[in-house]
T-cell receptor, first 114, second 111 residues
Framework: AQSVTQPDIHITVSEGASLELRCNYS??????LFWYVQSPGQGLQLLLK??????LVQGIKGFEAEFKRSQSSFNLRKPSVHWSDAAEYFC????????????FGPGTRLSVLP | EAGVTQSPTHLIKTRGQQATLRCSPI?????VYWYQQALGLGLQFLLW???????NRGNFPPRFSGRQFPNYSSELNVNALELEDSALYLC??????????FGDGTRLSIL
């Protein structure tokens, strides 16, 4: 069965510092991988996705993620965090790009210190 | 382009009542997904509709049901409400094979 773990429940960083959010998945084949962000009281916004090809994926808002098959990881990074990045971040895995077998991780809450 | 819209924003019900949540997908999208985001339980997949048919269902009891209309909008119905049904219910839409885009959700509170 597919599963996603995000080891860090809550991370606090200072504005301007770099960020890495961890995501590990369990899946039998090459999965479709996603990172979503959820601001308080709002729905989820897609940051980036990986299907195949280049293992370093660029997304919106200056985020990037790297797929590492050997480590079953898809960590999200940003070189310099802005106060507006404070939100909940979800990693997700799917057998395809859409509905069937789409599984989310538990989320990591990011706080940003001024 | 209008995004996924959900109504109402907030819904307050009492135990045993029935709740109806609505979702309008992005124009051109034929698939609608429903998720439950309950405190401490994360995002859990509820239902997937495409072209008016239920395509997949998560591990939820039958009192969670829904439908998709010819215009691709969707309703989620929850019967015999229980306290643990209190959650944010998120709707997403996509074209078949496309990426899911989410609405802002309906906050359902059970008193």
């Amino acid at each position: 069965a597919q599963s996603v773990t995000q080891p860090d429940i809550h991370i606090t960083v200072s504005e301007g510092a770099s960020l890495e959010l961890r995501c590990n998945y369990s899946y039998g084949a090459t999965p479709y991988l996603f990172w979503y962000v959820q601001s308080p009281g709002q729905g989820l916004q897609l940051l980036l996705k990986y299907f195949s090809g280049d293992t370093l994926v660029q997304g919106i808002k200056g985020f990037e993620a790297e797929f590492k098959r050997s480590q079953s990881s898809f960590n999200l990074r940003k070189p310099s965090v802005h106060w507006s990045d404070a939100a909940e971040y979800f990693c997700a895995v799917g057998a395809t790009n859409y509905g069937q077998n789409f599984v989310f991780g538990p989320g990591t809450r990011l706080s940003v210190l001024p | 382009e209008a995004g996924v819209t959900q109504s109402p924003t907030h819904l307050i019900k009492t135990r045993g009542q029935q709740a109806t949540l609505r979702c309008s997908p992005i124009s051109g999208h034929t698939s609608v997904y429903w998720y439950q985001q309950a405190l401490g339980l994360g995002l859990q997949f509820l239902l997937w509709y495409d072209e008016g048919e239920e395509r997949n269902r998560g591990n939820f009891p039958p009192r969670f049901s829904g439908r998709q209309f010819p215009n691709y909008s969707s309703e989620l119905n929850v019967n015999a409400l229980e306290l643990e049904d209190s959650a944010l219910y998120l709707c997403a839409s996509s074209s078949l094979g496309g990426t899911q885009h989410f609405g802002d959700g309906t906050r359902l509170s059970i008193l």
